[in-house]
């Protein structure tokens, strides 16, 4: 199986910054997408980036120019740097991976890690 380790959550005010990183492990030879979700209570999980495994990126529009993706291929890793936080921007953050074996594709998610904005 796979499992993700997320970790860089945490309090910040309003303005400032911060850096999470997900490792992916377990049985798996390359890894496609890698991305953040984010979920606040009471909303669906909303996609925030995305990086495929060539390096392109996709980002949700409430972000764009704020966070950046990136990925660490030989070390199965995806960053989320987070600039200029706002308090909308709090949520429970979530990394996903997906899988290919065969000829499907498998999704697996992290545990979460808390970001909370402080006005």
């Known amino acids: 199986q796979v499992q993700l380790v997320e970790s860089g959550g945490g309090l910040v005010q309003a303005g400032g910054s911060l850096r999470l990183s997900c490792v992916a492990s377990?049985?798996?030879?390359?890894?496609?997408?890698m991305g953040w979700y984010r979920q606040t209570p009471g909303k669906q999980r909303e996609l925030v980036a995305v990086?495929?495994?060539?390096?392109?990126?996709n980002y949700a529009d409430s972000v764009k120019g704020r966070f950046t993706i990136s990925r660490d291929n030989v070390k199965n890793l995806v960053y989320l740097q987070m600039n200029s936080l706002k308090p909308e921007d709090t949520a429970v953050y979530y990394c996903?991976?997906?899988?290919?074996?065969?000829?499907?594709?498998?999704?697996?998610w992290g545990q979460g890690t808390q970001v909370t904005v402080s006005s």
């Open positions: 996903n991976v997906k899988i290919p074996r065969r000829s499907a594709e498998y999704t697996y």
């Open positions: 377990g049985s798996f030879s390359s890894i496609n997408a």
């Open positions: 990086i495929t495994s060539g390096g392109s990126t």
